[in-house]
């Protein structure tokens, strides 16, 4: 892969100011206090809120405290999705710090998966970037690495080591210089206005003619209503990593350098604001 490792670095260390509140109905001993916190846009919300947790069960009749989940403005928000994706999805036009509501109560069984311990995100992290090489290499890296580098990749992003991860996933993102890409690019496209969970076929890097696809040519082929709208004006915003990359950059440099931990490129199409 190229090596851009500050646009890495950038990437790793994106953080979102948020703010934690108790749901007002939930019953507590005293008033509760809202939590603060940087969250990592690269990790998942149920790997890194046990201070929110503690926070929040201090104030909680223990009788009242069963399994842990979030909202945003009336959406529970999917801990199996990274933290930046949610955020780009639900949130991104809106003030900060992030106002997430807590609840302890009334799981929402249709909307969310239930998450019962950290294996739980390793076993869809590691399933997920499995997948990811299946459509890069047709599984010859990941399966080439040792349980120990597996293991590496997810104590990478638990603890957040941006070294520690980088030093094996380098390796899932080279490729044959005959090749000059991947394979197939991973990515799934979310809309904040559809239902459907997202978007995902398989694409290509490189044109049959040997030129650079872009993500503009990404997007007319999987998702056009996100580039042009009836009446030509411009309605969407297309996020990865809450940035709009220009329309001219190459799919292939986008699936190395901005892909979430999860070695999938993450894009969000949301409806421009209005103001």
Known sequence: MTDDKDVLRDVWFGRIPTCFTLYQDEITEREAEPYYLLLPRISYL???????????????????????????EGTPLKWHYPIGLLFDLHASNTAL???????????PEK??????????????FM???????????????????????????????QNDKFEQFWAINRKLMEYPPEDSGFRYIPFRIYQATTERPFIQKLFRPIASGGQLHTLGDLL??????AITSEDG???????????????????????????????????????RPTD
């Open 233 to 271: 004006e411009k309605t969407t915003q297309v996020m990865i990593h809450g940035i709009e990359p220009m329309l001219e950059t190459p799919i292939q440099w986008l699936s190395e350098h901005m892909s979430y931990p999860d070695n999938f490129l993450h894009i969000s199409i949301i409806p």
């Open 220 to 225: 007319k082929d999987v998702c056009p209503s």
């Open 46 to 72: 149920t790997l890194v809120t046990d201070k929110v947790k503690k926070h929040f069960q201090k104030v909680m009749r223990q009788e009242e405290v069963n399994e842990i989940w979030f909202e945003y």
């Open 97 to 107: 710090p992030w106002s997430i509501t807590v609840h302890f109560k009334n799981f």
């Open 111 to 124: 909307d969310l998966l239930h998450c019962h311990s950290k294996d739980v995100i390793e076993a869809h």
């Open 127 to 157: 399933a997920c970037i499995k997948e990811a090489d299946a459509l890069k290499h047709k599984s010859q890296v990941i399966n080439e690495m040792q349980k120990k580098d597996h293991k590496q990749l997810w104590m990478g992003l």
